[in-house]
Every structure is written in structure tokens, then in C-alpha cells.
């Protein structure tokens, strides 16, 4: 009897705990209770937002805010330790919330919040293996430009605080130096091509008065007494203030470039010759990490090459078909050669290089007004258009973007580098505006921060498949709406997307493969009609950045994917215009969670 009396309870309490199971399972929240824990769920996001914007002053500027002005970045390891640390902390805070009991976009903003903590804390093991001295973005060339991009001066206490943020300049070198040695003891030491390039740059920030004996203002220099000159403050309190930034120049501007480059130096006689992730220690799990994260899939190395090969082919057989529109005779090769000719460039002159900014200025004008076509969607912040700045220019790429800010009123501003005009043919003007401005990074960057009511982790937030895959779709999309009407504009365009499909090529041939970095340059030599500077420029970023070049076409791929799944789901009633609000209402996702908003959408329209 005892027996079948402890059977019976145990009976009963596996009765109890299932019919609580099912109970929890089957609760339903009301549309206010939802309301009020995803309230709660983004003043938790919120108080995270504003702690970590506290640490970053160079962050501040960025999103606007003139809060530590006069102050950068702690660049320590103990730092980047106790931020790792508020990561854990913040995730732990995160599992206090109900995730059934939120809105749709409360569950997103909780798995999206979880997954790039879990990400950041994962990535901790590899933080010693990317290169902070690298030709792309090092904090050798990073600082000034964010000084003269960045730091707007409105008041007398703002130059001043220029001033403070130059002399600040020498410990945050010192501190990055000790992060570089680190890696040296580990033997991860940049590439050989990287140390010329940095050093260059390097030299040409302290070029010029107060520096040398020169007719010129040095970079900093230039840009302090321009924006100090509308200062309406007195002669002397200007002159002043350009006394007190030469000093800082000179007392510690130049000390923090002088020691950066003796160390170079030294770390250049211990490179080797390898290239690539898989020299690195642990080099191959290092890049399947990069690649997950960059791409936010689980593709892998060879499943990414064989898709770059046979994207090369298919868009060659597109290019043939331009060959014949234009009734060119020769093989797709020789079509290349003609390309390069002078009749498809601007003139290499001021003259030429204006030309293009304008014809540029037009083409997005153009294309702002033919939006509402496509958009249900428009961006509020404004786009200029800029040539990159010449202390920078030969190291940098040929055009990048930089958003507008989420605090005032700071527009997005599209880069292009003009150095050699043969880096930048006529044929790519037309796809490289609309990737960078507009429908491409400008609209994709305003849109995402100006959803207020979104957190702001996600208003500010990227995923560089999300983004770049965006960009790249931003090139085909036009078309479909009549552009690109000059066949030679059209080439452009897809030379454009023949580089980014090589570049899953070359991506995995040199990190996965081992492939050395000339034979890398060859295959885009032969492959592509880009010029043989930007082709090197190219290989030697896809070296220091592993797995980032493949984000654009796999990003693009996913996109088109869910675009015609959507239409052969919905039939007449898909409206192009909706499927982009579904892309971009949400901010940047991983392409993973943006195929579960799409599969949401399809379902909600069929319902």
C-alpha cells in the first residue's frame, strides 16, 4: 500500500506540473499588458543606451551630442574588460523580462538585444586578431578625420575643446600601442603592405605649419582655423585660440605620431610573408567566426566560393549582351580594355574631379525625386556629397558612407575618393550614387534613425550583411524603374556587382584557401574590369578586414530571395513598396530574423 501510495503522489505532482506546463503555455496577454512590459523592456534598453553612450565621448559626437567634448576614448584593456563585464551584467537583467507577455516588436528588440550581446561576448576570445593599424580605418588616420568631420565648433569653449581632444590624442595612441604590442607577443603582426600606407598618412598629418617649414596649414591646423574663423568672438581671442592648438600640435600631436611610427619600425622587421586569417593562431576558426558574423548565416567557406564562381559567370553573360547592344567586336576581355579608355574618364584635374561631384549631386537628385515610386518610406536628414579628404586619399577606399547623426541636425555624407580619376569612370558614377546616397547607405542609415519608436541600440545599430546587402540591391532596384538608360551605365552597374561577386571569390581564397595575395590581384585582374590600383587598394582591404566583402552579395542574395518569395506568395496583392517597408520599418536585422519578418508579413497578408 505504501507502494502505490508514493506512485499516486508522484502521480499527482507530474499531473500538477504538467497542467501548469499547459497553463503558462496557453496564457494570452492582453494588447495592454503586452504595452506595458515592452514599456518596461525599452526603459531597461534605454538605461543601458544612455550608460554605455557615458563611456564613449567620441560616440557622443557622432550621435550629436556635445556631452565630454573635450575628451576621447579609453582605449585600455582594463576598460574594454569592465565594458565586456556590463555586457554579461545587462544580459543576465535581460532574462528578468517575460518574452511571451511583449509586442512583436518588443520580442525583436529582446532577441536582437540578446544576440548582439551573446555575439560581443563570444567575440572576446578573437579581440586581439583584428588589426587597429590598418590602411582602412586605423586610429592613425581615424582621430583626425573624426576632428574634422566630427567635431563642429560653434563657441569659443568648443575650439577650446578641439584643442583638449588634440592633446588627448598621444594617450589614446600609447593606449592602442599597448593593445598592438599584445598582439606582437602573440605574433599577429599586420600585413607588409599595411606599414608604408600607415606611415604615409601618418607623415601627412604632421606636414605643414605648425610642423614644418611650410606655406601650408597642416591638415588639423587648416580645419581649426576655418571653423575658428566664423567664430564672433575678437581677432585676438582667435588668435589665441590657433596659438593654443599649434602647442598641442607640437607638444603632443606629433610626439604620438613620431612614437607610432618608431614602433612601426621595429614591428615591420617581424612580419612574414603570410596573408590571410589562416595564418593567423587558430587562424580557421577565427574566419568561420567572421564569417558568421559578418554574414549573420551559417554559410560556409566553400559554399561562398562556389557562389561567387558562378555569379562571375552568370553576370559575364550579361555583360555580353551589353557588348552587343553597343555592337562591340572582341571578347569580353578586350571590352575591358576599351572600357579603361580616356573617352569613359573625367579629366585627373580639380576641373575633372568637380565635374564628377556635380554630375554625381545630379544623379541623386535625380533619384530623389522618383522615390515615392519605390518607397512608401523617405528619409527626413539630408545627403552631401563629398571628395575624400587628400591626407587620406590614397590609402582610402574609392566611396564610403557616413550617416547623419541621431541627435541635431549633422547630414549623411557620401565619400568618394577622386586621387585618380581612372579609379572612377563615368559607366560607375550612376550604381555608385545610388549605393552610397540614395535608394542605397543614405536612405537605408536616415530611415533607421529616425524610427522613434524603435530603442535607440537599434536606431544606431548594423549588420553589415543587412546594410551592404542593401546597398547592393540599391544598385539593381533602379533599373527595374527605367534607369540606367545608357547601356555603358548599365555595364557599370554590373561591373559593380561582378566586384562583389569576385569578392566571395578572393574573400575565401585568401582566408580559407591560403591563397597568396598576387594571385589574388591576378584573379581580379582577369576577371573584372577595374583598374589595377583599385584592384591592389581592394585585396590588401579584403586581407585586413576577413569576411567582410562577403556580406554585399549574400546580403543582396537574401533579399531578392524573400522579394520574389514574397511575390509568387502573395500574387497581386505584393506591392513593392510594402515589401520595403517590411525590409526597413524594423531598422537593420540579421538575415536571418529579416526572413522571419517577411515569412510574418506574407502571412498577415494572406490571413
Keep these: 500500500m505504501k507502494k502505490l501510495s508514493q506512485t499516486t503522489t508522484s502521480l499527482s505532482i507530474l499531473l500538477l506540473l504538467l497542467a501548469t506546463f499547459i497553463g503558462c ?95 560581443r561576448i563570444d567575440g572576446w576570445k578573437w579581440r586581439y586578431h583584428s588589426y587597429p593599424l590598418n590602411q582602412m580605418f586605423g586610429y592613425h588616420s581615424g582621430l583626425p578625420s573624426f576632428l574634422i568631420n566630427m567635431h563642429s565648433i560653434k563657441t569659443e569653449k568648443e575650439a577650446n575643446d578641439y584643442i583638449s581632444r588634440v592633446r588627448e590624442i598621444r594617450r589614446v595612441f600609447s593606449e592602442n600601442l599597448v593593445h598592438v604590442k599584445k598582439q606582437t607577443a602573440l605574433g599577429i603582426i599586420p600585413p607588409k603592405f599595411v606599414f608604408k600606407k600607415i606611415v604615409d598618412d601618418s607623415q601627412n598629418i604632421i606636414t605643414g605649419k605648425p610642423f614644418t617649414n611650410s606655406k601650408s596649414d597642416s591638415p588639423l591646423l587648416e580645419d581649426f582655423r576655418k571653423k575658428v574663423k566664423d567664430l564672433k568672438i575678437s581677432s585676438k581671442k582667435k588668435q589665441k585660440l590657433i596659438s593654443g592648438l599649434n602647442k598641442a600640435l607640437l607638444s603632443s600631436l606629433k610626439p604620438a605620431y613620431q612614437e607610432l611610427m618608431g614602433y612601426l619600425e621595429t614591428l615591420e622587421k617581424l612580419q612574414v610573408a603570410s596573408h590571410g586569417a589562416w595564418s593567423l593562431p587558430n587562424g580557421k576558426e577565427y574566419y568561420e567566426h567572421r564569417l558568421k558574423v ?8 566553400l559554399e561562398i566560393h562556389q557562389y561567387g564562381l558562378s555569379e562571375v559567370e552568370r553576370i559575364h553573360n550579361e555583360m555580353r549582351q551589353i557588348m552587343k547592344k553597343v555592337n562591340f567586336n572582341g571578347d569580353l576581355n578586350s571590352f575591358f580594355t576599351y572600357m579603361k579608355g580616356d573617352r569613359f574618364l573625367y579629366p585627373n584635374s580639380n576641373v575633372g574631379k568637380e565635374a564628377y561631384l556635380k554630375k554625381a549631386r545630379e544623379v541623386i537628385a535625380t533619384m530623389e525625386k522618383a522615390l515615392p515610386r519605390m518607397f512608401n518610406i523617405l528619409p527626413k536628414a539630408k545627403l552631401t556629397v563629398k571628395a575624400v579628404e587628400p591626407y587620406r586619399e590614397k590609402s582610402a577606399g574609392i ?37 552610397e546616397g540614395l535608394p542605397g547607405h543614405h536612405l537605408q542609415n536616415a530611415t533607421k534613425t529616425e524610427l522613434k519608436d524603435l530603442p535607440k541600440f537599434r536606431r544606431t545599430g548594423r549588420y553589415t550583411a543587412y546594410g551592404e546587402g542593401w546597398g547592393l540591391y540599391s544598385e539593381k532596384l533602379p533599373k527595374e524603374f527605367g534607369f540606367y538608360q545608357d547601356p555603358y551605365s548599365d555595364f557599370g552597374r554590373l561591373t559593380m556587382e561582378l566586384w562583389r561577386a569576385a569578392r566571395l571569390v578572393v574573400d575565401t581564397g585568401l582566408h580559407d584557401k591560403r591563397w597568396s595575395r598576387e594571385k589574388a590581384i591576378k584573379y581580379l585582374e582577369e576577371n573584372t574590369p577595374n583598374a589595377e590600383l583599385e584592384i591592389t587598394k581592394a585585396i590588401e582591404r579584403y586581407i585586413v578586414m576577413p569576411g567582410q566583402a562577403t556580406t554585399y552579395k549574400i546580403g543582396m542574395k537574401k533579399i531578392l530571395d524573400l522579394r520574389s518569395h514574397a511575390k509568387k506568395k502573395l500574387g497581386s496583392k505584393f506591392d513593392i513598396k510594402d515589401f520595403h517597408d517590411v525590409v526597413l520599418k524594423s531598422g537593420p536585422l540579421p538575415l536571418s530574423i529579416l526572413e522571419e519578418e517577411v515569412e510574418k508579413y506574407i502571412t498577415a497578408y494572406n490571413e
Excluded: C
Design 294 to 301: 559578418q554574414t549573420t548565416t551559417d554559410l560556409n567557406a
Design 399 to 435: 566611396a564610403f558612407y557616413q550617416g547623419p547623426s541621431l541627435y541635431g541636425d549633422r547630414p549623411g555624407i557620401y565619400y568618394v575618393n577622386l586621387y585618380k580619376m581612372q579609379d572612377n569612370p563615368k559607366y560607375k558614377l550612376e550604381g555608385l550614387a545610388y549605393h
Design 25 to 119: 503555455a496557453s496564457k494570452t496577454y492582453t494588447l495592454e499588458q503586452k504595452e506595458a512590459e515592452t514599456k518596461q523592456l525599452n526603459q531597461f534598453f534605454e538605461k543601458v543606451f544612455q550608460a554605455n553612450v557615458s563611456r564613449y565621448p567620441t560616440w557622443q559626437t557622432y550621435l550629436g551630442l556635445k556631452t565630454n567634448y573635450g575628451k576621447l576614448n579609453n582605449e585600455t584593456e582594463q576598460f574594454s574588460q569592465e565594458s565586456l563585464e556590463i555586457t554579461k551584467k545587462n544580459l543576465k537583467e535581460l532574462a528578468s523580462f517575460n518574452f511571451d507577455s511583449l509586442t512583436h516588436q518588443g520580442k525583436l528588440s529582446y532577441k536582437l538585444f540578446k544576440e548582439n550581446s551573446k555575439k
